[in-house]
Each structure stands twice: as C-alpha cells, then as structure tokens.
C-alpha cells in the first residue's frame, strides 16, 4: 500500500498492504559528499583531492601514529561523493563561459570511474536562473551513454513543487530515454521546510536526499551572524529529520565553513608554527561539528575543501571507536539471547536498541576498527539481520 493511501469504510485490508516489518533503509549512504566548483573539475579532479587531504596529514600534525594510520587507510578509498558545483562554489559568470565549462565537464565525465558518488548542484529554479541550470546540464550530460556511478542532479533553494516539476520535464528531454536522474533537494528556507513534503511527493521516485543548506536557512531567517549549529538551525534540522525519517530519502547536513587553511605560503621561522596551529584548530573544530551533527541525525556531511577530509575521518574513528566496545558488548549478549529482549547489567536490549549495536558495528568494520574475522566467535552469520 503507498503511503498515505486511504481506503474507503468498511474495506478490507490483507497482509500484503499492511507497511513492512522495518522502515529504515539498509541501502549505503555516502557518510560526506565533496564540492568542488565546475570551473575546477577535470578527470583527475578524485585522485587530486585524495592526495591533497594525505598531504595535509602529513603535513599538519595533530593525530598519534595510531589515528594516523586509520585515517590513512580511510583515504585510500575511493571518496564517497563528489559534486561538480554550478551554484555557490562557483559564482556568477558570463553565458559563453559556463557553456565551456559545462563542456570541460562533459569531455571528463566518461573518464570518472573512482567516486562511490558523483553528481552535478545547478543554479537555482527560478525565472532568472532555471533557464542558465538546464542549459548547463544540457551540455554536460551530452553524449553521455551511461551514467557516471551514482549520479545525480542537485537542485538548490526549493520552496515550491513546481521547481521540481519543472526539472523533471527537462530532464526527461535531456535523459532521452536514458535511465532517469536521481534528484537531491535543498531546503535552505523556512518556506522550503514547510512544503518539504510536497516537493518529495513532486520528485517521486527520483528523490534520493534532501540536503540542509544551514547558512541560507539563517539568512532566511533574517540571521546574519550565525553557525551550522545555532539554535535555530538545530530546531529545523531536527524538523526536517521528523519529516524525512523512514522514507527512504536521504539526509544531508550543511558544512563546516572554517577550512583548514595555512596562513602563510611559504612560511619561515614563527609562520610554521603558526601554520601548524592554524590547521590544527580548523580540523578540530570540524571534528567537533561533524559530531555534533551526526548525534542529530544527519550522517552525511558537506566538506568543501578536501583537507576537511582528515578531520571528517577523524571524527568517525572518534564515534565509532568510543561506541564500539559496548556495542559489541552488547549486540553479543543480545544474539545469545537467540534475539530476544534480556536486560543484564541495568541495560535492557531489545530488537530497537539491537539496530543501533548492528549500526555501530558495520560501521567500524567499514573504518577498519575491527575485521569481520574476530566476529565469528560471539555473533552469528546473520548477525546484520537483526
């Protein structure tokens, strides 16, 4: 049975419409997605932003040996998700030169292979910009026989359906009977919030995540001085998850804006110090937000420098590294249990607390903390069926 359906009085409803036994989606979720400004983009775009992020690790101290090597480890992965921006990372320019750029990106797009994710973020869907998205799109999407690995389009600034609808016609021009684009919406205003619903209902199969836009939600909001953690940016995100959970859309939460950037380029003497200072403080205070934000719900971040993706790594080893012990703990006592509810120790676990040990532990096997090998003594082989 869709969701919202209602059936008339006195009909007669049989398992099969009844909603199924878990709505949280186990599919994978990028845990960051990278922007990049278009003008920028090329193929080799992926294994540049690798190698900058292991050059700052190198570079910048601030992790033992230890962490180190982990975070080593994490960057030799592909990244999760990179998008080719069009909007805010790239500016406002003249017609004739994002039509080149467009282009540049359409010669590189056959040669992207390494990304889990990759996507294009258009210019806004209105009267004055939808015109100059489409366009761009159009351009780099031509003569593309397949798509790119996990492709989509993200649509900026939504407050209305009709701007979805209005993509969708186009795209379904451009697609031309290729396989249809996965769309992720922006909602980085208050009257974007509150119509959250109709535009995923106007996006239908297509929607694949919503993503918080923090510092034009702000501004939105007649704020002019404020962080991805201000109140009011922690009241809508909590809204926007309450509307979104269970669905099978995807959350995204904004980024980080205090890069770690040196501020000096060819120090000497007191500058190295400073420079060291410098990114090390930027990479903590990101940990710190990237925590915060997931202990909120959102667990796929924007990073928009790739040396932010030290400190993104960083703050998964430190989640997942406190959190793993008892989690083992107690998803083992809990399968002994042969999967029913025990309580032992003051902890009471049932099949709802057993999802999030399950959660933990597929995620430290994901960083590395742990090899599915050791598993085998306390969990069963369908431990991940929980």
């Given at each position: 049975m869709d969701p919202g359906t209602v059936l008339e009085q006195g009909q007669m409803v049989s398992p099969e419409q009844l909603p199924?036994?878990?709505?949280?989606?186990?599919d994978w979720q990028p845990a960051y997605v990278l922007y990049g400004g278009a003008q920028l983009f090329s193929a080799e775009t992926h294994d540049k932003m690798l190698a900058l992020a292991r050059k700052w690790l190198k570079e910048y101290a601030w992790l033992n040996d230890t962490q180190k090597k982990r975070v080593e480890k994490r960057l030799a992965q592909p990244l999760d998700d990179l998008r080719i921006d069009f909007e805010d990372g790239y500016g406002r320019r003249p017609d004739e030169e994002e039509d080149a750029h467009a282009l540049k990106v359409q010669q590189a797009l056959p040669q992207v292979h390494e990304p889990r994710r990759c996507g294009i973020r258009i210019k806004p869907v209105t009267r004055?910009?939808?015109?100059?998205?489409?366009?761009?799109?159009?351009?780099?999407?031509?003569?593309l026989t397949v798509w790119p690995r996990g492709f989509c389009v993200t649509l900026p600034k939504l407050e209305d359906?009709?701007?979805?609808?209005?993509?969708?016609?186009?795209?379904?021009?451009?697609?031309?009977?290729?396989?249809?684009?996965?769309?992720?919406?922006?909602?980085e205003s208050p009257a974007g919030l509150r119509r959250i619903h109709e535009l995923i209902q106007a996006a239908g199969p297509r929607a694949r995540g919503v993503h918080f836009g923090p510092f034009d939600f702000l501004a939105s909001c007649g704020i002019g001085n404020g962080d991805l953690l201000h109140p009011v940016n922690r009241q809508a995100r909590a809204q926007l998850l309450m509307s979104v959970s269970g669905s099978g859309v995807e959350l995204a939460d904004g980024p980080t804006t205090l890069l770690p950037l040196p501020p000096h380029r060819q120090p000497s003497g007191p500058q190295i110090a400073e420079n060291q200072k410098s990114v090390r403080l930027a990479w903590e205070f990101h940990?710190?937000?990237?925590?915060?934000?997931?202990?909120?719900?959102?667990?796929?971040?924007?990073?928009?420098?790739?040396?932010?993706?030290?400190?993104?790594?960083?703050?998964?080893?430190?989640?997942?590294?406190?959190?793993?012990?008892?989690?083992?703990?107690?998803?083992t006592?809990?399968?002994?249990?042969?999967?029913?509810?025990?309580?032992?120790?003051?902890?009471f676990d049932d099949r709802a607390t057993a999802r999030q040990w399950t959660h933990i532990v597929k995620q430290s096997l994901d960083l590395g903390l742990i090899e599915e090998s050791s598993l085998r003594q306390s969990l069963p082989p369908d431990w991940q069926q929980v």
């Open positions: 199924g036994d878990d709505s949280a989606s186990n004055r910009f939808a015109q100059r998205g489409i366009r761009t799109l159009e351009i780099a999407l031509k003569n359906p009709t701007q979805v609808q209005y993509v969708i016609q186009e795209l379904e021009r451009i697609e031309n009977g290729r396989p249809p684009l996965p769309l992720e919406l922006m909602i940990r710190d937000q990237v925590l915060a934000t997931r202990e909120q719900g959102y667990f796929q971040s924007w990073l928009l420098h790739p040396a932010q993706l030290v400190s993104h790594a960083a703050a998964l080893l430190q989640e997942y590294e406190q959190a793993l012990p008892g989690a083992l703990e107690r998803l006592a809990y399968w002994q249990g042969r999967g029913q509810a025990r309580a032992s120790g003051g902890d």
